[in-house]
Nanobody, 123 residues
């Protein structure tokens, strides 16, 4: 059974850095495409970053240059390094996965989701 567990959320001030982790179990992350999404109360679920099994990645324009998505296949863990945080980055962040080879920021392309972790950035 596939499980994704995020951690690393919390409170931050604008300009700070945070790093999220997503531990995957029940599957081998090197065989899955994975992504980070975020949901704030004032907007639709937004795809933040996607990484395919080969390690290629794409980012939403809103985070490009500030966020970096990486994975450690040996630990079956994904990371989202978030630098230069802004108040508008405040949201619940979700890790998602699907057993396919693609890059996608569309939530409809992913069948497996973590429970989410909250980050609140104050300006």
């Amino acid at each position: 059974q596939v499980h994704l567990v995020e951690s690393g959320g919390g409170l931050a001030q604008a300009g700070w850095s945070l790093r999220f982790s997503c531990v995957a179990s029940g599957f081998t992350s090197s065989h899955y495409s994975m992504a980070w999404f975020r949901q704030a109360s004032w907007m639709d679920c937004e795809g933040v970053a996607s990484i395919d099994p080969g390690g290629r990645s794409i980012y939403a324009d809103s985070v490009k240059g500030r966020f970096t998505f990486s994975k450690d296949n040996a630990k079956n863990t994904l990371y989202l390094q978030m630098n230069s945080l802004k108040a508008e980055d405040t949201a619940v962040y979700y890790c998602a996965a699907d057993v396919a080879w693609f890059l996608s920021l569309s939530k409809n392309d992913y069948n497996y989701w973590g429970q989410g972790t909250q980050v609140t950035v104050s300006s």
